[in-house]
């Protein structure tokens, strides 16, 4: 497996709306950013991963792009958009963009021309097809709910949008639209941006027979996954992108794959392949989903998470490279999903930063991660901003009638706003995000949780996350080493080791609320053993590994020679 920059790299992802906003309009922006640099420098990144500050009518937060040159007038201008990325090369800080090319906003030239006429040169950059039986095309439904297709009176056909409506699906079947994306990419990699994380990117093919899927029985609309995840082209686009692009750049590329099986991600991912380098995979978030996928929040195992880290962790061992997260901007806080927001909040979020940190592949970090920032227990509806969170809220209210504060419960655990409350800098009010009203509401906590309290505090989350990004960059076993799980059927501790040559690390994880007690004995017989990072004061590098008291949420790592 060959030694690569971006397999080194840790990342962390800006969602520029809920950042900094330098203008006090209450919403983040890239001046912002701009002023917060030597704070990222500080914690040791090495890429920053922006979401979308492309120019749009932010109907699903700059996901539906309407000019792909253009930066959002919320954010800034182009101006300011070099003046960062210039700053951040300044300090060896390398930019990746998010790549927005399954669909376009509705507003996009593009399909202004292509709803303007069925004979318009542009009619085929996008998926229209005719109704059936005075109905939609097929029975696909919007991952935002409701029908994937929406009818134009204009040309009395429907277009696919699998996404929001004013997010219309482009048809990568047509070459002339795959050219004109291509030449966009070149365009912003010769300003300079360090690569792309490219959304749902797997959905790029759809299966050209648009067929019906199978509904469970009442339901209207079914997901057509089936038929446009992994689609049947896919491997050629990728293949074709990278010939044409991004081969001719030294730069980090990951794709969103909802529903990607390993399997797959090794065709993606395999070097000899030429696709892309990673992929954000969704099994562990999908952890306790029910019949209604996150809005149904069951109760999890650890030992399921370990099967699923795992069955990764060794599927891409040879062939392929993990991308490491526990939340982004679509996931609830990791310290909320997966740890303890309570009275372990500071242990717990630790733990988690070396449970994620340790693993084969590139981490990343959400922010507000590094400093253990929480979900947000939202008072009513009228608080939330996120279209999907919206429109599953207004369809289970209108088709069920179920009680609100039931609803709220699901909301408070997997609402993609839980992501986007404003990052919290200090206790003045709003955090010190904004001089005005923010966008969307500060979490209640920020007088507790914030950046300048983590900064004074030694003991801090975002001093634990520096020294993980430290190590990283002096052991190479962290980076290359092999995985390998112990105690599989544990379901309290999750510990595993990494082994380069003849060094072995040894990571133990207390994912409980009870002190636990283990024996590493035959790991660590006959070695020198050396502390290297751990979330409990009293340890030292004399510990009897062989019968060991664990706290709760508590982490260590020790170096095995």
Not at 28 to 47: A, P
Not at 199 to 207: G, H, Q, Y
Not at 268 to 290: I, P, W, Y
Not at 506 to 526: H, Y
Request: net charge negative; charged share 30%; aromatic share 12%.
């Amino acid at each position: 497996m060959s030694v690569q920059w971006w397999k080194e790299s840790v990342i962390y992802q800006i969602y520029p709306r809920s950042f900094n906003d330098s203008n006090g309009d209450g919403i983040g922006d890239i001046k912002g950013i701009t002023l917060k640099l030597d704070y990222l420098k500080k914690l040791g990144v090495d890429v920053i991963w922006l979401s979308p500050v492309y120019d749009s009518p932010n109907d699903d937060n700059g996901y539906d792009i309407r000019d792909y040159h253009k930066i959002m007038e919320e954010f800034g201008s182009m101006e300011d958009f070099e003046e960062l990325l210039n700053e951040m090369h300044k300090r060896e800080l390398k930019l990746v963009m998010d790549l927005v090319v399954n669909h376009t906003s509705d507003e996009h030239a593009w399909f202004v021309e292509s709803r303007s006429s069925k004979s318009n040169p542009k009619r085929d950059y996008y998926i229209w097809k005719p109704g059936k039986d005075g109905r939609e095309p097929n029975n696909w439904g919007s991952a935002f709910s409701g029908s994937a297709w929406q009818y134009d009176e204009k040309t009395d056909e429907y277009y696919l949008h699998l996404f929001s409506k004013k997010q219309p699906d482009l048809n990568w079947e047509n070459p002339d639209l795959r050219e004109d994306i291509y030449q966009m990419m070149r365009w912003w990699l010769d300003k300079g941006v360090d690569g792309f994380r490219m959304d749902v990117i797997n959905f790029l093919s759809k299966d050209q027979r648009f067929p019906d899927s199978a509904a469970e029985p009442g339901q209207r609309f079914a997901d057509g996954g089936n038929f446009f995840a992994q689609g049947p082209r896919i491997h050629e686009f990728l293949q074709e992108m990278n010939r044409k692009v991004l081969s001719d750049y030294d730069i980090l590329t990951v794709g969103e794959m909802p529903g990607v099986t390993v399997e797959e991600a090794k065709k993606f991912t395999a070097e000899d392949r030429h696709e892309l380098q990673m992929v954000f995979h969704f099994e562990h978030v999908g952890l306790g989903n029910g019949p209604n996928g996150k809005w149904d929040n069951l109760p999890w195992k650890l030992t399921e998470l370990k099967e699923i880290m795992t069955k990764w962790q060794k599927g891409l061992e040879q062939k392929g490279w993990n991308s490491l997260y526990w939340n982004n901007h679509d996931q609830p806080r990791a310290v909320s999903r997966f740890g303890n927001d309570g009275p372990y909040r500071e242990q717990s979020a630790k733990m988690l930063a070396a449970c994620l940190h340790l693993m084969k592949g590139t981490p990343y970090i959400y922010q507000g991660e590094e400093i253990g920032m929480t979900n947000v227990p939202f008072p009513s509806i009228e608080e939330c901003r996120d279209i999907e969170t919206l429109n599953w809220y207004e369809e289970r209210m209108k088709e069920e009638g179920v009680d609100s504060a039931e609803l709220l419960e699901a909301i408070y655990a997997r609402s993609r706003d839980n992501a986007r409350t404003p990052v919290q800098w200090d206790s003045s009010k709003h955090a010190g995000f904004t001089t005005g009203e923010p966008w969307l509401q500060v979490n209640p906590n920020y007088q507790e949780i914030n950046v300048e309290k983590a900064l004074e505090d030694s003991e801090s989350v975002f001093y634990f996350y520096q020294k993980l990004i430290q190590l990283r960059k002096q052991e190479k076993a962290m980076v290359y080493g092999e995985y390998n799980l112990l105690l599989e059927e544990d379901e309290e501790i999750f510990a595993y080791t990494r082994l380069l040559d003849e060094e072995i690390l040894l990571v133990v994880c207390n994912f409980s609320s009870k002190e636990q007690k283990r024996s590493f004995a035959d790991i660590t017989k006959g070695k020198q053993q050396q502390l290297l990072i751990t979330n409990n004061k009293e340890r030292t590098d004399k510990e009897n590994l062989t019968e060991v008291t664990i706290q709760p949420y508590e982490t260590f790592v020790y170096k095995l020679t």
